[in-house]
């Protein structure tokens, strides 16, 4: 864990509820790895009854991303249970530039600090933000200031900029943000205004997931550290070591029914699997994650879905295809987790869109014809031959992808693969390496499908 500490001279701010004068505020930034602990060496873990506790938080501007939490999870005293778990987190909407947040602490509070806490393996980690301050009383006050609108026009005072980005570290992990004044209060205020921005305005996923702000004033109540959204994980969570020190973690903790089939079936997937999938899309620089979660949510709707390192399921479709295609829907989302393509946008200022028909297809050629092949099902029947495209994807763009590498390039989806992680995919690439383009190979492929 290290700590770096940050000053700022604020604009004029609040010493005492009746005077007003300049002062300098610190920015504490810590930022620890990843753990469940969110324990800092300098700055307190989060509580549940500071005077954030009861205020009411609006969204001033921007759009909550729907994956994540309501604005409730920033002061409900709860924290996330693992490194990607949107739910109990709020961020705003994937390729938005942010936007602000305010709380009403209902009444004018001697505020001593302000703290932020944010937890993604990734660029959703970090935080970047402007804080401000305001009584309410003052002329001219604006409660919800929206962008572009300066909140210093508005009867706001500006408090701290904080920026928790380090160019010489990776973004990942846990990060507490403590704004304090050395010598006094940061000042007198009812209102609070976060204007955030994304960590990176170039990636749609750089906005960052706050998992808890709490406020303390000169006079707290007694303040009991937050607690995980998560009760014991022992009961119905299960770590899963695989070759390559990698942990993959199982929850049926919304889900105990489906525990002990969890635990016949798919961990011992995730362990011979994983490693193995990892070593079939390997590309220069890259390194697999170390850490995945799967789980089975009680309320999910569809089959399962894949955001980082996070995976989803529904127990509804899980239970109806335990002794089918439960194990195989998991692994394919398994194979997104190593695709990470998504990194392309962060490393690669120039980054192409690689077609959703690769994307889905790639998973579903390694499920159907190296995971399961005794199952044939990429097979396409005879009645469905005439509908069949090339870019249809899933299971038709996978016996598409196997026709290719059994009739054209054994490499083809290694180098789809890392053409898609480098941002680099473009259509041209199918005839440098097979001499025919991709639409070419598509209608080659659909007049072999009768035979």
């Known amino acids: 864990m290290d700590a770096r500490l940050i000053s700022f001279t604020a604009l004029t701010v609040f010493l005492a509820c009746d005077t007003l004068t300049a002062a300098e505020n610190t920015v504490l930034v810590e930022h620890a790895e990843s753990s469940t602990a969110f324990k800092f060496a300098r700055i307190q873990s989060p509580r549940r009854n500071d005077a954030a506790s009861k205020a009411a938080f609006t969204l001033v501007d921007g759009r909550r991303d729907a994956n994540g939490g309501d604005l409730n999870v920033l002061n409900d005293g709860l924290l996330p249970a693992e490194e990607d778990q949107p739910s109990a987190n709020f961020f705003f909407r994937a390729g938005t530039p942010g936007g602000r947040i305010s709380a009403d602490l209902g009444a004018l509070t001697s505020v001593v600090a302000v703290h932020s806490y944010s937890w993604h393996p990734g660029a959703r980690g970090p935080q970047v933000y402007s804080l401000y301050g305001a009584s309410g009383t003052n002329a001219g006050f604006v409660a919800a200031p929206t962008r572009p609108a300066d909140p210093t026009a508005c009867g706001w005072e500006l408090i701290a900029k904080v920026d928790t980005r380090e160019a010489a570290n990776p973004p990942g992990g846990q990060y507490a943000v403590s704004v304090t004044n050395q010598t006094s209060l940061l000042g007198c205020f009812r209102y609070l205004l976060w204007d955030i921005q994304p960590t990176d305005k170039n990636d749609p996923f750089g906005n960052t997931f706050y998992s808890e702000i709490d406020v303390i004033s000169s006079h707290p109540a007694p303040e009991p550290e937050a607690a995980a959204t998560l009760p014991d994980p022992a009961l119905h969570r299960r770590v899963v070591q695989t070759a390559g020190d990698c942990e993959v973690v199982i929850d049926t903790f919304e889900t105990p029914d489906l525990t002990e089939w969890s635990d016949a079936k798919l961990a011992p997937m995730v362990k011979e699997w994983y490693p193995k999938i990892v070593a079939m899309l390997p590309s220069e620089g890259f390194s697999a994650p170390k850490r995945v979660s799967i789980n089975i949510r009680k309320d999910m709707d569809g089959v399962a879905a894949t955001g980082g390192t996070r995976i989803n399921c529904s127990a509804n479709w899980m239970r109806r295809e335990l002794k089918g295609e439960a194990v195989g829907a998991v692994f394919h989302e398994l194979v997104h987790v190593v695709q990470q393509y998504g990194r392309a946008r962060r490393t690669n200022p120039s980054a192409t869109s690689t077609p ?88 080659k492929w659909k007049a072999s499908l009768p035979k």
Do not use: C, M
Not at 373 to 383: F, K, L, N, Q, V
Not at 384 to 390: G, P, T, V
């Open 356 to 443: 959703g028909w690769v994307v889905e297809g790639i998973p579903d050629y390694i499920r159907w014809y190296l995971f399961e092949p005794e199952s044939h099902g990429a097979e396409i029947s005879p009645r469905n031959i005439e509908r069949a495209r090339y870019d249809a994807s899933y299971r038709i763009s996978a016996n598409f992808l196997n026709w290719v590498v059994t009739n054209h390039d054994k490499n083809l989806v290694l180098k789809l693969n890392t053409a898609a992680r480098e941002g680099n995919y473009r259509e041209a690439l199918w005839s440098e390496w097979t001499g025919q383009s991709v639409q070419q190979l598509g209608e």
